[in-house]
């Protein structure tokens, strides 16, 4: 059970990475909000935004979300070093 806490800590630390508008891109397309997967133009319509800043808010997130989750790995791997 342990390594399941750590996974989630990890992952909520590294959301907290993202500005507020990629937070909610993720949440509404990926369904973390209702269960659904908004389209980017529904999100769009949504967030006051065009599809384009909605693609590019995702694909800068999920840039972020790596390097965030990269960094923790690497700082866990070295920490176990010898």
Known sequence: ?????????LI????R????RQH???RLHY???DGYDYT????AQQ???TPQQVQRAENTAITTLRKSLQ????????????
């Open 71 to 82: 960094k923790d790995s690497d700082d866990e791997d070295q920490s176990k070093s010898p």
């Open 31 to 33: 369904g973390f909000a």
């Open 17 to 20: 990475t993202v500005t507020m």
């Open 40 to 43: 980017f133009e529904e999100i």
């Open 1 to 9: 059970m342990k390594k399941a806490d750590d996974t989630v800590r």
């Open 47 to 49: 967030l006051n935004l």
């Open 24 to 26: 909610d891109v993720i």
């Open 12 to 15: 909520l630390r590294a959301y």
